[in-house]
C-alpha cells in the first residue's frame, strides 16, 4: 500500500491530473439530483475532484473527509474550511446530514469486505432519506484494457477486489439503498506504457509484487521487451454507481 502522505504533493500529477478530475466529476454530478444542497465527499484526497463539484454547483455546500494529513491538508488548500481529517469508518458527522456522499476511488483500497461494508454504512447513515451515494467501482479491472502491457501481467498475484459491482450494491442494498444508475468516465492520461509500468512496478504500485521481489524485475524485463517503450496504450474507462436512499414513509 503507498504512502498516501509522502504520495500528496505528487499524487495528482501521475493520476491524470485535472482533465481526469474532470471527467470524474461530470460523471459523479450527473448521478447526484440537482437539487442537492450539501455534499460530503468521503476520502476527497488532494481535493481534485472535490473542489470541482463545488465549482460546477454553486448552491453546492462540500464538504470533503480523508484520514491522511498529507492529502487532507492539500484538499484543504483548495477548499479552505471544507476539510476535516476522519476516517471514513466513523464519520463525523450526525444521520441524515447530507443530501449527497461520494466516494472516489477510496472503496478499492480498503482491506476488506468488513472495511467496504463499514463505509458504505457509514455513508448510508449520514445520508438523508431521499438523498443520493455515488462511488466508483471495479478500479482495478478498469486498467486492464487488452494491451501487450496487460498481456504481460496477466500472471502476476493479484489483490481481491473490494469494490466489485456486485459486491458493492450488496452492500448497499443492505443499507436500505436502492439503485438508481450508472456513469463511466475515462482515466485521461492514465494509459500505461512499457517504461511507465516497469517503473511503476519498481515504485511498489502493484501490491502484491512487491519492488525487491524477484518477480518485479521479472515482470520489468518482459516489459523492457515491448515495442514502444514510451508509448501509452489506451486510457482506462471508471465506472460510478449511484445508490439512493429510500423517503422515509408517511
Known amino acids: 500500500m503507498l504512502d498516501y502522505?509522502?504520495?500528496?504533493?505528487?499524487?495528482?500529477?501521475t493520476r491524470g491530473g485535472e482533465p481526469r478530475a474532470a471527467a470524474a466529476a461530470e460523471a459523479v454530478l450527473g448521478l447526484v439530483p440537482e437539487g442537492a444542497r450539501r455534499l460530503l465527499d468521503v476520502a476527497c484526497g488532494t481535493g481534485i475532484v472535490t473542489r470541482r463539484f463545488a465549482a460546477a454547483r454553486p448552491g453546492l455546500r462540500v464538504t470533503g473527509v480523508d484520514l491522511t494529513y498529507g492529502m487532507a491538508r492539500t484538499a484543504a488548500e483548495r477548499l479552505p474550511g471544507a476539510i476535516v481529517l476522519a476516517d471514513s469508518r466513523r464519520l463525523p458527522f450526525p444521520d441524515g446530514a447530507f443530501d449527497a456522499v461520494t466516494s472516489v476511488w477510496l472503496l478499492n483500497l480498503l482491506d476488506g469486505p468488513g472495511d467496504v461494508r463499514e463505509v458504505?454504512?457509514?455513508?448510508?447513515?449520514v445520508l438523508r432519506p431521499g438523498g443520493a451515494y455515488v462511488t466508483t467501482v471495479d478500479k482495478a479491472a478498469a486498467h486492464d484494457v487488452g494491451s501487450d502491457i496487460d498481456a504481460v501481467l496477466a500472471p502476476r498475484p493479484r489483490r481481491p477486489a473490494q469494490d466489485a459491482t456486485e459486491a458493492v450494491t450488496s452492500y448497499a442494498v443492505a443499507c436500505g439503498l436502492d439503485p438508481?444508475?450508472?456513469a463511466r468516465f475515462p482515466g485521461v492520461?492514465?494509459?500505461?506504457?512499457?517504461?511507465?509500468?516497469?517503473?511503476?512496478l519498481r515504485r511498489g504500485w502493484f501490491?502484491?509484487?512487491?519492488p525487491d521481489d524477484p518477480l518485479a524485475e521479472r515482470f520489468a524485463a518482459r516489459l523492457a521487451a515491448l515495442p514502444d517503450q514510451d508509448r501509452r496504450r489506451a486510457d482506462p474507462v471508471f465506472s460510478v454507481l449511484g445508490f439512493r436512499k429510500p423517503e422515509r414513509s408517511p
Open 180 to 182: 438508481v444508475g450508472r
Open 120 to 125: 458504505v454504512a457509514e455513508c448510508a447513515r
Open 5 to 13: 502522505d509522502k504520495e500528496a504533493d505528487a499524487y495528482d500529477v
Open 207 to 210: 501490491t502484491r509484487v512487491p
Open 189 to 200: 492520461g492514465q494509459g500505461r506504457s512499457p517504461r511507465s509500468t516497469a517503473a511503476d
